[in-house]
C-alpha cells in the first residue's frame, strides 16, 4: 500500500524549533521529489519546500533562511527542519510526493494527512 506519513508536529514557543518527517512506505522517495505545504485555518494550502531527485531544494520567502530540507533515503524518509519558528507559521503542514518540484499542489501523485504545527507562547 502507498502511504505517506507525517510526524513531528507539536506545540513550540515562538523562536523554537521542530522537525517534520514525511515516511513513505509502498515506494521508493529518491525516486520522487519530495515537497511541503502547510495549510492555515480559513487559508489555502501554500508550498513551502521541495526537494527533486537531484536534491536541487526551493523554499519559499517566507521561510528562507529557517527551513531546511533533507533526505536520508536509507530511512525512505523526507525531512524539515523547522528554526526560528512564528506564530505566522501556525499550519497543518502536509508531505506530497511527485515526479517534480511544482509549486502548486496540482500534479503530486501522492498525499500525507497532515501534521499539526502550533507556534505559541
Known amino acids: 500500500q502507498v502511504q505517506l506519513v507525517e510526524s513531528g508536529g507539536g506545540l513550540v514557543q515562538p523562536g523554537g524549533s521542530l522537525r517534520l518527517s514525511c515516511a513513505a512506505s509502498?515506494?521508493?522517495?529518491?525516486?520522487?521529489?519530495i515537497g511541503w505545504f502547510r495549510q492555515a485555518p480559513g487559508k489555502e494550502r501554500d508550498g513551502v519546500s521541495c526537494i527533486g531527485t537531484t536534491d536541487n531544494s526551493y523554499y519559499a520567502d517566507a521561510v528562507k533562511g529557517r527551513f531546511t530540507i533533507a533526505r536520508d533515503n536509507a530511512k525512505n524518509t523526507v525531512y524539515l527542519q523547522m528554526n526560528s519558528l512564528r506564530p505566522e507559521d501556525t499550519a497543518v503542514y502536509y508531505c506530497?510526493?511527485?515526479?517534480?518540484?511544482?509549486?502548486?499542489?496540482?500534479?503530486?501523485?501522492?498525499w500525507g494527512q497532515g501534521t499539526q504545527v502550533t507556534v505559541s507562547s
Open positions: 506530497a510526493a511527485g515526479k517534480r518540484c511544482l509549486a502548486g499542489t496540482s500534479g503530486y501523485d501522492y
Open positions: 509502498g515506494f521508493t522517495l529518491d525516486n520522487y521529489a
